[in-house]
């Protein structure tokens, strides 16, 4: 059924506008088609007109008829009457100047839309898309995985479910943007959920800097998780205590990029240290920090460069989270059908990006050698979500993880790796990590810095949906990138887990605690106060 009518081509070459009675259901980021008769080659190379759908996204409305102003002088008179009065017909009175903006037509060969660059023309009759096409075409799953977010905002709840590949954003990486209390680790925890269900039994780490996800835990008694051939996910919590790193396994690299600006001479020396431990017979798998410490020191004597490297390696190392003998193994971490999740509350933001550092390369290392027919201990892909991602990829640079991050962020496709950063302050991400997120879930997003960070690193989302971004409501978002093949609005589904970053009810909490610690006397009237008395007898 027609709901408007074109009348005349848009602003950019792209748009075109039509005519409505009725805005209720046609909201900004709302879809619409019109059929359009078009010459398409078929397999032999022979033309034939064929009728499409072309596709296009609402963008703008302006009213452009309704009551004179004159109707609408008397707050307490409704214009209907007043129309009425002077015999005026109000019927349709309100009629809206809808911007749309063409998509094209969904090519079954390319799975993707193919713009004609042909704008209706003027009378073309415009119809709402049905939900059948818009499930079917917005995305592209079609014989892979799929994770179901949510679904599509302005439409009923259930009539467009939207479904991300799978295969797609846990290798080409994600970027979950909002500002705070707007659902970004809710919508994580979603992506998590899906992510362990049997379709998928992924591998995935999650970088928990204040501790909020320890409730996916529920899953493992969940009968929606589990698969008929006996699959049950499995997700384990590493507490800050549980976190050591065996120095004897840290690599050369390693070593030398956790370290604080070193020069070339003190490098070369820390090498030089670092290879005589890795060929004596005395040292093993266990050396500490003060056994490459003692390997930098001349015979005759510590020196200026001894005593910088001893002052680097200590401030780098000599803490507890780097251990003699106790490690935390990538292969205790990482298998398929587990998530693995470290709680970082209680370690300091430097000790945050070393773990990241030292952890993220050895996975990276090893997923190259799989992928090199080398012997590994991950023979299978990797998915890593970094929470507050603005604090180990800075935009200022000043990280020990960002060298790390921006290499698997440009070169982890190639080697199974994938990362989902997630973060409340897009401008204080580094712009190439930000970029490097082909699928992208943005939120409400109100500061005006954070939405110019998006616009320069997240090209496919248009003007109309980034002005959409500070009146979204908690749970709403943008859904663009690789993964969909347009972008859309989107209304994230719910948890199955509890979720576990609720804000503190700060009110109950203070009469908790009152009504806890209070002592109420049995009289009153205390000994300040019947001086006060007196002093008032006094002077009466």
């Known amino acids: 059924m027609p709901i408007g009518i074109v009348s005349e081509p848009g602003r950019e070459a792209n748009e075109f ?41 609402v963008i703008n409305r302006d009213e452009c008829r309704g009551y004179p102003d004159s109707f609408l002088a008397d707050p307490e008179v409704n214009p209907k009457h007043v129309a009425k009065k002077l015999g005026v017909i109000s019927e349709d009175m309100e009629l809206y100047r809808m911007t749309a903006k063409i998509i094209g037509y969904y ?39 799929e994770a179901f977010i949510g679904d599509l905002l302005h439409r009923n709840a259930g009539a467009v479910d939207i479904k991300l590949p799978v295969d797609n954003f846990t290798s080409t990486h994600l970027s979950i943007l909002a500002s705070t ?31 909020e996800y320890h409730t996916l835990k529920e ?90 490297l001893t002052w680097r390696l200590r401030n780098a190392f000599d803490r507890e989270l780097f251990d003699h ?39 990276y290392r090893e997923r190259i050698n799989c992928e090199r027919n080398r012997d590994t201990q991950l023979d299978f892909p990797v998915f890593a979500i970094l929470e507050e991602g603005h604090r180990f990829a800075p ?15 440009s070169e982890g496709r190639k080697f199974g790796f ?13 712009d190439d990590i930000l970029s490097q997120c082909k699928t992208q879930i943005i939120m409400q997003i109100q500061n005006p810095n954070d939405q110019d960070a998006i ?36 209304k994230i589904r719910e948890r199955h887990t509890t979720h576990g970053a609720e804000s503190l009810k700060t009110s109950k909490r203070w009469r908790e605690s009152w009504t806890k610690n209070a002592q109420v006397p049995d009289k009153v009237v205390d000994a300040d106060q019947d001086k006060g008395a007196e002093d008032r007898e006094e002077l009466l």
């Open 17 to 57: 506008k039509f005519i409505t009675p009725d805005d209720e259901k046609l909201k900004t980021g709302e879809f619409v088609y019109y059929n359009v008769s078009l010459e398409t080659e078929d397999e032999d190379s022979d033309l034939f007109s064929k009728t499409h759908k072309i596709f296009a996204r």
């Open 107 to 145: 090519d079954t060969r390319l799975n993707d839309f193919t713009n004609p660059r042909i704008v209706p023309k003027s009378g073309t009759k415009v119809e709402l898309a049905p939900d059948d096409d818009l499930e079917k075409f917005l995305t592209n799953i079609e014989d892979v995985a």
């Open 181 to 211: 209390g707007s659902g970004k680790s809710y919508t994580c925890s979603v992506i998590a959920e899906e992510l362990m269900k049997p379709d998928s039994r992924a591998a995935m780490l999650i970088l928990d800097p204040h501790a």
């Open 219 to 308: 899953i493992e008694k969940m009968e929606e998780f589990k698969g008929n051939d006996g699959y049950k996910p499995k997700v384990s919590i590493w507490g800050p205590e549980d976190i050591r790193i065996r120095f004897a396994e840290l690599s050369f690299r390693e070593i030398i990029s956790s370290l604080h600006n070193p020069s070339d001479a003190q490098e070369q020396r820390l090498r030089e240290a670092w290879n005589r431990i890795q060929s004596s017979d005395d040292y093993g798998q266990y050396y500490s920090v003060n056994d490459l410490i003692s390997e930098c020191i001349p015979e005759d004597g510590s020196d200026a460069i001894s005593d910088a």
């Open 325 to 363: 003998s106790r490690n935390l193994s990538i292969s205790e971490l990482l298998e398929p059908g587990r998530v693995s999740i470290l709680q970082l509350d209680t370690i300091s933001a430097i000790d945050q990006q070393l773990i990241v550092n030292i952890l993220f390369r050895k996975i």
């Open 395 to 409: 935009a200022n640079g000043e990280s020990r993880s960002l060298p790390i991050l921006r290499t698997i962020l």
């Open 418 to 430: 994938g990362i989902g950063v997630i973060s409340q302050r897009p401008s204080k991400i580094d």
């Open 455 to 490: 616009r320069r690193a997240v090209e496919s989302v248009g003007e109309d949906l980034l002005s959409e971004l500070p009146g979204l409501t908690p749970g709403q978002s943008v859904v663009a990138g690789d993964s969909v093949n347009t972008p859309f609005l989107c």
